[in-house]
């Protein structure tokens, strides 16, 4: 184990926690779930499938793997 | 593994902590801000990555040992994998079960593909890692990785550039094995095209080295438990994990698991947030990298995943020992590892993904491009390796390495 090298992954580990924070607070969250059964959200795959990035046909947008 | 060995292992107990308090923060606040879901991907990240890490599980390595001595152990637990995967995914991309389904990794076959593939082979070598390779090595706490993986992103972006051109180039379009012969059909030339790949790649080792080593274990788990929480674990539980997880990612998302779109969304959203124009490149100008581009990362879960599998892998090198290992970074590593992201980046965009979205996901959900992108990469690799010698990071062929 290295000292200097744990440093410098907790610094680079340190800095991206940042950037995901700054990145997170600057976007509108999703709208809050209207059914009240959580459960619910967990099965609905439909909006997930529109989400994919491989539906570069309705996009018109390239499949982004 | 003897006890022995096993009773050697000293876990780096402070991380391991850091790590478990970090997956049970994160997976919390994933269900909070989005739902069950997100955290789940998160989750089968985190053991995407304990499985790649403790099983050493990495595409770079077998196809470097195959190129330079026939050694194929890496190689053929590969072709087991997209054999594994195959079984799996093509009844259900075909949609032979009503009541589940998932897409296929298509890719456009033409220059893109073959251009991009070949230049992520030469990455792959340079680099130091493939898609998969990259982010638990990260994880694992190498150094030099972390230049890699900056400049993976920086090439990811900048393919994400130049995408259109590329795909004005000549091609043939998409072509599904699933769609063009039905799915059973195609599944059992597939199996047939990767048994002859396995039998020939056996023989080329068994010619060159007598001693082939067995992908099953010869000699049972001393102390089971230990070893999976410890690790190493032998090559097979890793085709194990990667292959039901990755079913698993199939049937959570609707399509195979994917790596490297995340790199080209993070570079974009670092871009655009140095001032760059990012929302009027055509890439990023509609469909879902529009949206991912407009949303969190948090939730892109592609990027998800990816951090579950870094994360995933400080968790098993932490339990391993093996979190932050000893070693400099010498000028010339820099170097490779400057040019090396950069042509993973930028290759992966180009073809498809990477050696999980393009060749994994690709080939086992029946997508002609996976196979293009095979052969590209192969051919990449061994100009790769070949560079690894005249820069003197490697011996000549034939002598030890």
Sequence with gaps: MNKKNRFIMGAALGLATIAVAIDHTQHRLPDPVESGYEGATIIEDGEEESQSPCSMDSGGSPCSM | MTEAVIKKIRPDKLVVLLVLFSILAISLFLQSEF????????????IFGITLMHAMFGFTGGWRMFIRSRHSLGV?????LIICSSLLFFPIVGGAFSEISGYAALGQIGTSVLVGAF???????LGGGCGSGTLFTVGQGQTDM????????????????????WLSMPNIGKVSLITELGWLPALLLQLAVLVVLYRFVFSLDKKRNNNVPNLLPTQKSENFLEQLIHGPWPIWWGIVGLTVFGLVTLLMAGYPWSITFAFGLWGAKIWSALGGDVASWTYWAGGYPAKALNQSVLADITSIM??????????????????????TIKPKRVLTAVIGGLLLGYGARLAFGCNIGALLGGISSGSLHGWLWLVAAFTGGIVGVKIRVWMKFDKPYGSAS
């Design chain 2, 146 to 165: 972390l230049i890699t993986i900056s400049f993976f992103i920086v090439g990811a972006t900048l393919g994400s550039y130049h995408l259109p051109w």
């Design chain 2, 119 to 125: 230049l992520f082979g030469i990455g792959m070598q």
């Design chain 2, 35 to 46: 739902n069950v879901k997100q955290s789940l991907f998160f989750l089968v990240g985190i």
């Design chain 2, 76 to 80: 053929r637990a590969q072709i087991i």
């Design chain 2, 306 to 327: 990816n951090f579950g599998i870094i994360i995933g892998a400080t968790l098993a090198a932490a339990l391993a020992g093996k979190y932050a290992p000893e070693g």
